[in-house]
């Protein structure tokens, strides 16, 4: 069992330590304001090719070989290590 006592009220430590300790908080919504390009296609992809990102792109392009013409899709990359994800016009 720990000795660890829970306190009344939690807050969160300012830092968490290593390179995304300080990118995580327990807040919700936008951190900045941010306008993210936009193509002509229908759907805008926000991602990076990391096993969840290249989900979507996978889907979109499965549902493009079935004939889906509504499918198109302009992708562009986001920087998580900079915060990117934490911007308006993403959230």
């Known amino acids: 069992m720990s000795d660890?006592?829970?306190p009344e009220v939690w807050e969160n430590p300012t830092s968490m330590g290593g390179a995304w300790g300080g990118l995580n908080q327990p807040t919700a919504g936008a951190r900045f304001e941010?306008?993210?390009p936009?193509?002509?296609q229908p759907f805008q992809l926000y991602t990076l090719p990391t096993p969840n990102g290249?989900?979507?792109t996978?889907?979109?392009e499965?549902?493009?070989e079935l004939g889906v013409t509504q499918a198109g899709y302009d992708a562009y990359r986001i920087k998580?290590?900079?915060g990117d994800q934490f911007g308006s016009d993403f959230v």
Do not use: F, N, P
């Open 62 to 64: 499965e549902l493009k």
């Open 34 to 36: 941010q306008t993210l």
């Open 54 to 56: 290249i989900k979507a």
């Open 4 to 6: 660890y006592i829970l």
């Open 58 to 60: 996978i889907m979109l």
């Open 80 to 82: 998580i290590g900079d």
């Open 38 to 40: 936009k193509g002509d």
